[in-house]
């Protein structure tokens, strides 16, 4: 079936350290890409998305993602986190007019 | 950016009672309209997606006649719940995309959820 993966369940990281949230998607053709961030009990926020371009996408608080069509792979990262950054990740795809998310990766930043 | 609210942020109610859930977009015009429903710990997964002025298209395994989606106009969709029962106790979250025309790249906001409980 078409999906959207997060492979990681549950990131637990020390303040300053890289972080790296994988995301694959199944679907084939056009698509856009996306990764939300949920703070505990806040609603979805958009960190950074991809149409086309530059397959290096940079967003909102360091975030930065990059699309590799090869491999079907949208990954997430920032290099050095904080404590602040603790909150749920969601990755999410556009395909045929619907978004799709991940499961989602839940992210402790341990101060 | 552009802000989608819903209304109301949590309610309790009994068994067999429906339930009506409002999404506005505040500062455009959502070209379609997206619910959802997250359980704890889980991610969201698609409902029903609307647009205005036509019928919602429902997700598989979604029961359309107990999940009534009315998008009334540009700004406004509602989701009701009819003859609630304990396992429909969820977060509910609309989504409302703009369009190109209003400079929003097509991209989704989110409304802040609905708290759902029933007894």
Not at chain 1, 21 to 38: A, D, I, K, P, R
Not at chain 1, 41 to 53: A, N, P
Not at chain 2, 22 to 29: A, H, I, P, T
Request: hydrophobic share 35%.
């Amino acid at each position: 079936a078409q999906s959207v993966s997060q492979h990681n369940h549950h990131v637990i990281l020390s303040e300053a350290a890289s972080l790296e949230l994988g995301c694959n998607y199944s679907y084939g053709g056009t698509v856009n890409l996306f990764w939300y961030v949920q703070y505990p009990g806040q609603h979805l926020q958009l960190l950074l998305k991809y149409f086309s371009g530059d397959p290096l996408v940079k967003g909102i608080k360091g975030f930065e993602a990059e699309f590799i069509k090869s491999k079907f792979s949208f990954n997430l990262r920032k290099p050095s986190v904080q404590w602040s950054d603790t909150a749920e990740y969601f990755c999410a795809v556009i395909v045929n007019n619907d978004m799709r998310f991940g499961a989602g990766t839940r992210l402790t930043v341990k101060p | 950016g552009a802000v989608v609210s819903q209304h109301p942020s949590r309610v309790i109610c009994k068994s067999g009672t429906s339930v009506k859930i409002e999404c506005r977009s505040l500062d455009f015009q959502a070209t379609t309209m997206f619910w959802y429903r997250q359980f704890p710990k889980q991610s969201l997964m698609l409902m029903a997606t609307s647009n205005e002025g036509s019928k919602a298209t429902y997700e598989q395994g979604v029961e359309k006649d107990k999940f009534l989606i009315n998008h009334a106009s540009l700004t406004l969709s509602t989701l009701t719940v009819t003859s609630a029962h304990p396992e429909d106790s969820s977060f509910y979250i609309c989504s409302a995309r703009g369009g190109w025309r209003e400079g929003l790249s097509n991209e989704q906001f989110f409304g802040p959820g609905t708290r759902l409980t029933v007894l």
